[in-house]
């Protein structure tokens, strides 16, 4: 492999940790990213796209921003440029990626939305629904709920360390890259599952949340297949195959009328 073409791999592989905000997914995954070019002094150059014409100025401005900050990283970039093509705000995105501005200054008075706000947002409905698999998970696998809700952090970790059992240490790991979302300073002694302000979950009333949970993952789901079909269709690369997943049903539990999750 020649020193640019592993250079190119190094930005890939950044790029793959870049979020689609809203749908929790990466922008590679997502196949958003359409090309990247390196040059012999450390230039990269990155296009990306997206699903429609009109798709939210807001998110693509995190997801440009967040390719930048991703490839600056690497010790070796001297220069980034992140471009997106066929977009009604192009210009302006594109004008915000080149010379460094924030979102309000690349849109002035257009601009009404705080993108740190709208980044926490998405960020608890993407703990919501990573922590919903998991809880999913162990229960399907055969754990009580009242087992479940007194673990703590390093007994969970120990859980997902046991052989033979690589979906479940996949699911562990996703949930803690964002457990530190809800609550504050994580370590090994706080409990393993806590609700958006950082409370420990209730067995009594586990069934009623896991259920409100479980629609911020169907909205996510159904919004994650809309936007590959029209990714597909505007672009004319056939229909990708989407994979199907049914949807959970948890059983009433023990007084489960009272729901412990606050939406963000």
């Given at each position: 492999?020649?020193?640019?073409?592993?250079?190119?791999?190094?930005?890939?592989?950044?790029?793959?940790?870049?979020?689609?905000?809203?749908?929790?997914?990466?922008?590679?995954?997502?196949?958003?990213?359409?090309?990247?070019?390196?040059?012999?002094?450390?230039?990269?150059?990155?296009?990306?796209?997206?699903?429609?014409?009109?798709?939210?100025?807001?998110?693509?401005?995190?997801?440009?921003?967040?390719?930048?900050?991703?490839?600056?990283?690497?010790?070796?970039?001297?220069?980034?440029?992140?471009?997106?093509?066929?977009?009604?705000?192009?210009?302006?995105?594109?004008?915000?990626?080149?010379?460094?501005?924030?979102?309000?200054?690349?849109?002035?008075?257009?601009?009404?939305?705080?993108?740190?706000?709208?980044?926490?947002?998405?960020?608890?409905?993407?703990?919501?629904?990573?922590?919903?698999?998991?809880?999913?998970?162990?229960?399907?696998?055969?754990?009580?709920?009242?087992?479940?809700?007194?673990?703590?952090?390093?007994?969970?970790?120990?859980?997902?360390?046991?052989?033979?059992?690589?979906?479940?240490?996949?699911?562990?790991?996703?949930?803690?890259?964002?457990?530190?979302?809800?609550?504050?300073?994580?370590?090994?002694?706080?409990?393993?599952?806590?609700?958006?302000?950082?409370?420990?979950?209730?067995?009594?009333?586990?069934?009623?949340?896991?259920?409100?949970?479980?629609?911020?993952?169907?909205?996510?789901?159904?919004?994650?297949?809309?936007?590959r079909g029209l990714l597909a269709a505007r672009y004319d690369e056939g229909a990708h195959a989407l994979e199907e997943k049914p949807v959970?049903?948890?059983p009433r539990m023990r007084d489960a009328s009272t729901v412990q999750c606050k939406q963000a």
């Open positions: 492999m020649s020193a640019a073409s592993a250079r190119a791999a190094q930005v890939w592989e950044r790029l793959a940790s870049v979020i689609d905000p809203e749908l929790d997914e990466s922008v590679t995954e997502l196949n958003f990213v359409t090309s990247v070019e390196v040059d012999a002094d450390g230039g990269v150059t990155v296009a990306f796209r997206l699903p429609t014409y009109w798709c939210a100025a807001n998110f693509a401005y995190l997801m440009a921003a967040d390719m930048r900050a991703a490839i600056a990283g690497l010790p070796w970039v001297t220069r980034i440029g992140v471009t997106l093509g066929e977009h009604m705000y192009a210009n302006e995105i594109n004008r915000g990626m080149a010379e460094n501005l924030s979102f309000r200054q690349a849109f002035g008075d257009a601009a009404n939305d705080d993108l740190d706000a709208v980044r926490q947002t998405f960020l608890v409905k993407a703990f919501q629904r990573r922590q919903e698999a998991l809880l999913a998970h162990l229960l399907a696998s055969g754990h009580e709920a009242d087992a479940l809700v007194r673990l703590t952090i390093g007994e969970l970790a120990s859980l997902a360390s046991l052989a033979g059992e690589p979906e479940r240490a996949r699911l562990v790991a996703r949930y803690m890259e964002r457990r530190h979302v809800c609550g504050s300073a994580v370590d090994e002694m706080q409990p393993a599952f806590v609700d958006t302000r950082g409370v420990a979950l209730d067995p009594a009333t586990l069934g009623a949340y896991l259920r409100e949970s479980r629609r911020v993952g169907v909205n996510a789901e159904f919004n994650s297949a809309l936007c959970r049903f948890y």
